[in-house]
Every structure is written in structure tokens, then in C-alpha cells.
């Protein structure tokens, strides 16, 4: 066997082992080095069709925790993996969707967050193959921003929709997680209840990224559009930013994230895009905290 066979057998082998770990079907969080392994692999092979590969062998839609798993790990590839992962992914996105769906009426916990999460997915897949500007963590460069659909104020209004939506459906998700969890009179997080959490640290990223966008955005839009005509977007990111400010708050005061993400402060108050000279305040966004998992 040459030896650049024997690498691709090596490194194969390292990916099955690796993603078969991450994605199992024991009520505990992921471990990180797992999930790393993977996101290297898709740069490795400049894609994620040997991810797709092995998880299209895996027990996704008869055992809830594996499918959970699954979508924490897809998550994570769409965010930090190759740029080829996304356009591998989005051809199994009406199966993630239907994963959903299967798990939509299961009794237990995780029925009531898998078809949230498949939701976020695919909502997340369509957001990032429609606009390209988009890294794959959501950010984008202040000034391509104002290039997008050649500064026209139509496709602005378009965006911001498009980028509430995802939120929303974040929101949406981590309201289900915390609803699954009794952590109040927890003195620690057993490990069922950090399996269910360990998604919240790509969703801390993720709509901590979209609000910024966000934000950017509605300033944009009050620059060169009526009130009237806006007041549905600014009613729906007060709702948003209501609700985002909650999920922080609740996430800072919890031991298990403070180790692992820095979490951004938001104002006291959503933005009043109606004072014409407010200039538009950006926050820090979230940021993984790097140490050894």
C-alpha cells in the first residue's frame, strides 16, 4: 500500500472514531476535542462529505440524544469548519428538517428542542447560501455590509428580516433548552443537564454575531426610511432584544459558560433608532474562551 493511501486509511479512521465519539448516544456533553477533530477533518479534505458519510450511518432518528448530538456537532462544523461544509450540508437539509419533524412528538425532553434546533439549522443553511458575504460564524466585514445587493435599501429591508428570523429561531431553541432544565436549586449541572446545554455556547456566538448584524442593519434603514415604514422591523427587535438580554443574563451567571465563552453585556435598553443623531453603538461580540477540553 503507498504511503499517501495509508495516510488517507489513517486519517479516515481518525474521523470515524472521532465523530462516532461526539455523536453517541450517552446523556453527557460532547467533548470538545471530538468536535475539534471533525471541524479539522473538513479542512483536511476541504469539505464535509466524509462527516455526511458516517452520520449517515448513524441511529439519528430512532435514539433523541444521538440526534441531539448530531445537530450540536453539525452546528459546529457550519460555524468553524472548511467553507465546503456548508455547501456539502445544504443537500441534506430537507432531512435535518425532518428529523425535526420525527421528534416533534416524543414525550421526553429532547422531543421538544430536536425539532427547534433542525429548525435553526436549516433556517441558518438558507441565511448563509443566500447571502455569501457571510463567514461561516455569521460575521461580516462592516464594509462588504454595505456593498450587499449594491447598496440598494430593498435588499436591506430583505436582510434584516432574513437575519431576525434566524435569531428567532435561536431564541426559540434556547428558551426550549432552559424549559427541559430545573438548574435553579442546582448546586452543579449534572451531566443529562450539560449534554442539553452544550449547544448554548454556538448559540451565545451565533446570536450574539446576528444581533450585531442586526443592529448595523436597523440604523441603516432608519437612515433612509420612514419611521412608519419600519415599525414592524423595531417592534420585533425590541421582542428580540428583550429576550436575547434575558438569555445572557442567564447564561453569565452560570459557572459552566463563564469558564468557556466570554458573553457580551447589552445595553439596559433596546436602541432607539428614532433619535437621528444616536449613532450606532456596537457591542463586543461573543468570543470563545481557548483552553484545553
Given at each position: 500500500?503507498?504511503?499517501n493511501?495509508v495516510d488517507?486509511?489513517?486519517?479516515?479512521?481518525?474521523?470515524?472514531?472521532?465523530?462516532q465519539?461526539?455523536?453517541?448516544?450517552?446523556?453527557?456533553?460532547?467533548k470538545e476535542?471530538h468536535?475539534?477533530?471533525?471541524?479539522?477533518?473538513?479542512?483536511?479534505?476541504?469539505?464535509?462529505?466524509l462527516f455526511?458519510h458516517?452520520?449517515?450511518?448513524?441511529?439519528?432518528?430512532?435514539?433523541?440524544i444521538?440526534?441531539?448530538k448530531?445537530c450540536?456537532?453539525?452546528?459546529?462544523?457550519l460555524?468553524?469548519?472548511?467553507?465546503n461544509?456548508?455547501?456539502?450540508?445544504?443537500?441534506?437539509?430537507?432531512?435535518?428538517?425532518d428529523?425535526?419533524?420525527?421528534w416533534?412528538?416524543?414525550?421526553?425532553?429532547?422531543g421538544?428542542?430536536i425539532?427547534k434546533?433542525?429548525?435553526y439549522?436549516a433556517?441558518?443553511?438558507k441565511f448563509?447560501?443566500?447571502?455569501?458575504?457571510?463567514s461561516?460564524?455569521l460575521?461580516?466585514?462592516p464594509?462588504?455590509?454595505?456593498q450587499i445587493?449594491?447598496?440598494?435599501?430593498?435588499?436591506?429591508?430583505?436582510?434584516?428580516?432574513?437575519?431576525?428570523d434566524?435569531?428567532?429561531?435561536?431564541m426559540d431553541?434556547?428558551e426550549?433548552?432552559?424549559?427541559?432544565?430545573?438548574?435553579?436549586?442546582?448546586?452543579?449541572?449534572?451531566?443529562p443537564?450539560?449534554?442539553?446545554?452544550?449547544?448554548?455556547?454556538?448559540?451565545?456566538?451565533?446570536?450574539?454575531?446576528?444581533?450585531?448584524?442586526?443592529?448595523?442593519?436597523?440604523?441603516?434603514l432608519?437612515s433612509?426610511l420612514?419611521?412608519d415604514?419600519?415599525?414592524?422591523?423595531?417592534y420585533?427587535f425590541?421582542?428580540?432584544f428583550?429576550?436575547l438580554?434575558?438569555?445572557?443574563?442567564?447564561?453569565?451567571n452560570?459557572?459552566y459558560?463563564?469558564?468557556?465563552v466570554?458573553?457580551?453585556?447589552l445595553?439596559?435598553e433596546?436602541?432607539?433608532f428614532?433619535?437621528?443623531?444616536?449613532?450606532?453603538?456596537?457591542?463586543a461580540?461573543a468570543?470563545m474562551?481557548?483552553?484545553?477540553?
Amino acid at each position: 500500500m503507498k504511503r499517501n493511501e495509508v495516510d488517507r486509511e489513517t486519517f479516515e479512521k481518525t474521523q470515524f472514531a472521532s465523530i462516532q465519539k461526539a455523536i453517541n448516544r450517552e446523556e453527557v456533553a460532547t467533548k470538545e476535542k471530538h468536535i475539534r477533530t471533525a471541524i479539522l477533518g473538513t479542512y483536511q479534505e476541504k469539505g464535509a462529505k466524509l462527516f455526511w458519510h458516517v452520520v449517515r450511518r448513524l441511529q439519528l432518528s430512532t435514539n433523541a440524544i444521538t440526534c441531539w448530538k448530531f445537530c450540536h456537532v453539525l452546528h459546529k462544523l457550519l460555524r468553524d469548519g472548511h467553507e465546503n461544509t456548508l455547501a456539502d450540508s445544504i443537500r441534506y437539509k430537507q432531512q435535518i428538517t425532518d428529523l425535526g419533524n420525527i421528534w416533534i412528538h416524543a414525550t421526553i425532553a429532547y422531543g421538544s428542542i430536536i425539532p427547534k434546533y433542525s429548525q435553526y439549522l436549516a433556517c441558518r443553511m438558507k441565511f448563509t447560501s443566500k447571502y455569501k458575504e457571510f463567514s461561516g460564524n455569521l460575521s461580516i466585514d462592516p464594509k462588504v455590509l454595505e456593498q450587499i445587493g449594491n447598496n440598494d435599501i430593498n435588499s436591506y429591508f430583505e436582510l434584516c428580516v432574513d437575519v431576525m428570523d434566524c435569531l428567532e429561531c435561536l431564541m426559540d431553541l434556547q428558551e426550549g433548552i432552559f424549559r427541559t432544565l430545573d438548574i435553579s436549586k442546582a448546586v452543579s449541572v449534572t451531566g443529562p443537564e450539560l449534554c442539553r446545554l452544550a449547544p448554548c455556547i454556538p448559540v451565545i456566538l451565533d446570536s450574539s454575531q446576528l444581533y450585531d448584524n442586526a443592529l448595523r442593519i436597523m440604523y441603516k434603514l432608519h437612515s433612509a426610511l420612514t419611521a412608519d415604514t419600519l415599525s414592524g422591523h423595531r417592534y420585533r427587535f425590541s421582542v428580540l432584544f428583550a429576550k436575547l438580554k434575558s438569555f445572557f443574563y442567564q447564561c453569565s451567571n452560570m459557572q459552566y459558560f463563564k469558564r468557556l465563552v466570554q458573553i457580551p453585556l447589552l445595553p439596559d435598553e433596546a436602541p432607539d433608532f428614532l433619535i437621528k443623531s444616536s449613532e450606532c453603538h456596537q457591542h463586543a461580540p461573543a468570543v470563545m474562551i481557548e483552553e484545553d477540553l
